[in-house]
Each structure stands twice: as structure tokens, then as C-alpha cells.
């Protein structure tokens, strides 16, 4: 990519992550924009100042920006259960301690322009925590998971371009981790089990959105 096209990508993408941001803000979130992803990092840190306890969902986006060693060093006593070192006993006391830890990070699966956050998950845990429980929520996306659409448009989003590469990743034996294209099956293994739309925020539930000029996992 040359630097004039990486320029022209990069106003482009401020230009719908701002306008999500404001109807994210409308919709009562609170939603702020980041220029890349080193950006949302210093403020994901600064959010989960002084947590006690932070909770992390299967997210590839918040993986990459290897929050977990520094608020470790913080002081925060960090849930992961995707530690591949975890019983299976062990794993799901996590998920159950996330739903009422300080701060629960995750990432968005898609984020319609008029500000509705879309996601699809296997177990339910991820969103769950994401609607209710924890004392702060933050959620951090990448501009390549922003929909010029409706729900529908954001529902496929997630099963065309986010499903199949975390089936894959998660070495779920489903279709999908054969082709890379969905086919809405019926496996045992199918992680598309539990579609969740944020149309406004939670009466209750204190989000964060930082919005990221730059791609960010799937």
C-alpha cells in the first residue's frame, strides 16, 4: 500500500468512525474515537485505572493489544479463560467470575453507523458481561467492523467475515473452519448460538466504546 492510499483509507475511516461515535454517544454510550490502536490502548489503561478485578472476552482485537500484563502489574487480579492451560473446571469458574468483575473488556463484532452494536457468541458468557454485571465495560473496535446498514447487514458482517476465522482460531470443527464460508449448520461445534443487539445502552451497564481508525481483529 502506498502512503497516498494509506491516507485516503485512514480519512475515510475517521470520517465513519466519528460519525459512529456521535450516534454511539446518542445512543448513550460512551463513545470515544481513537486515531489507531495505540491510542485505544493508552485509554483502555487509563478506563481500567485502579480496577481490583478485569475480565476479558474471546476477543482477538483486545488479545492484540496485550492489555492483561500491564494492568497485571497494576495490581489487577486478571480473569482470562481462554488461558489454554485451564481445566475445563477451571475455565468456567472464570466465566462466571467475569460477570461481576470491575472492568470487562471485549471488542464489538459490528457496529451499525446509526451506533447498534451487533455480536454472536457460542456460549453467551462474552455478552452477557458485556450487558450486565461488571462495575465498567469497554469495548474496543477496529473501523473494519463499522456496517453502512441495518441489523440484517451487521448480522452478516459477523458471519462472513468474523465467524469463520474465530471457529478456526478456536479449532472448532464446523464447516466454516473447512471453507470460510458460512452455511448456518447445525454442528455441535457452531459458535453462532447467541446473537445480542445493543440498540441503546443498558439502564444499568456503564459502557465504553473507543472506536479505532484501523483495522483491528476480525
Known amino acids: 500500500m502506498t502512503e497516498k492510499t494509506k491516507e485516503l483509507n485512514d480519512w475515510l475511516g475517521e470520517k465513519l468512525c466519528k460519525k459512529v461515535v456521535a450516534a454511539l454517544n446518542n445512543n448513550r454510550f460512551k463513545a470515544e474515537y ?50 489454554p492451560e485451564l481445566s475445563p473446571e477451571e475455565k468456567m469458574a472464570l ?15 459490528a457496529i451499525t453507523l446509526d451506533g447498534v452494536i451487533v455480536n454472536i457468541d457460542g456460549v453467551g458468557n462474552r455478552v452477557s458481561a458485556m450487558i450486565f454485571g461488571p462495575e465498567k465495560v469497554i469495548i ?4 473494519n467492523k463499522l456496517v453502512n446498514g441495518d441489523i440484517c447487514d451487521a448480522i452478516k458482517r459477523v458471519k462472513d467475515f468474523a465467524c469463520a476465522p474465530n471457529t478456526f482460531r478456536l479449532g472448532k470443527k464446523t464447516p466454516c473452519a473447512e471453507t470460510g464460508i458460512c452455511v448456518n ?27 479505532v481508525n484501523e483495522d483491528m481483529g476480525f
Open 140 to 143: 474496543v473496535a477496529g473501523r
Open 95 to 109: 466465566m462466571k467470575q467475569q460477570q461481576t468483575c470491575s472492568v470487562f473488556f471485549s471488542s464489538a463484532n
Open 185 to 211: 449448520c447445525n454442528s455441535p461445534d457452531r459458535i453462532c448460538n447467541v446473537t445480542t443487539i445493543l440498540e441503546k445502552c443498558p439502564r444499568l451497564t456503564d459502557i465504553y466504546v473507543l472506536v
Open 34 to 83: 481513537c486515531e489507531n490502536a495505540e491510542v485505544a490502548k493508552k485509554r483502555a489503561l487509563e478506563l481500567a485505572s485502579g480496577a481490583t478485578t478485569v475480565g476479558f472476552g474471546g476477543s482477538r482485537s483486545i488479545t492484540d493489544l496485550e492489555l492483561a500484563d500491564e494492568l497485571a502489574a497494576a495490581g489487577a487480579t486478571i480473569l482470562n479463560h481462554g488461558n
